[in-house]
C-alpha cells in the first residue's frame, strides 16, 4: 500500500520560513517524479514546486528564487524549503509521487499553511 505523509506545515508570520516533508512508503522516490502542490480556499490545486528522477527541479514563478525542492534517497523523503512567505502562500500543500514508467500517481492527505501579515 502506497502512502504519502507530509508534514511540516503551520502557522507563520509573513517573512518567516517552513519546510514541509513528504515521506513515501510503498513507492521509491529514487524513481519518482515528485511535486508539491497547494490549494488555497476556493482556488483550483496548483503545482507549486516538482522534481524529476533525475533531480532537475521547477518551479511556479510565483514561488521562484524563494522555494527549494529537494529529495533525501535515503530517507524517501522530498523537501519543500518555504522562504520570505506571503500571506498568498496560504493553502493546503500536498504532495503528489508518480514512479518512473507507472501510469498511477501518488497523494498524501495535506498539511496546512497559514501565513499571517
Known amino acids: 500500500q502506497v502512502q504519502l505523509l507530509e508534514s511540516g506545515g503551520g502557522l507563520v508570520q509573513a517573512g518567516g520560513s517552513l519546510r514541509l516533508s513528504c515521506a513515501a512508503a510503498?513507492?521509491?522516490?529514487?524513481?519518482?517524479?515528485v511535486g508539491w502542490f497547494r490549494q488555497a480556499p476556493g482556488k483550483q490545486r496548483e503545482l507549486v514546486a516538482s522534481?524529476?528522477?533525475?533531480?532537475?527541479?521547477n518551479y511556479a514563478d510565483s514561488v521562484q528564487g524563494r522555494f527549494t525542492i529537494s529529495r533525501d534517497n535515503d530517507k524517501n523523503t522530498v523537501y519543500l524549503q518555504m522562504n520570505s512567505l506571503q500571506p498568498e502562500a496560504t493553502a493546503v500543500y500536498y504532495c503528489?509521487?508518480?514512479?518512473?514508467?507507472?501510469?498511477?500517481?501518488?497523494w498524501g492527505q495535506g498539511t496546512q499553511v497559514t501565513v499571517s501579515s
Open positions: 522534481i524529476t528522477v533525475g533531480g532537475s527541479a
Open positions: 503528489n509521487g508518480r514512479p518512473q514508467g507507472s501510469i498511477s500517481d501518488y
Open positions: 510503498g513507492i521509491s522516490f529514487r524513481i519518482s517524479a
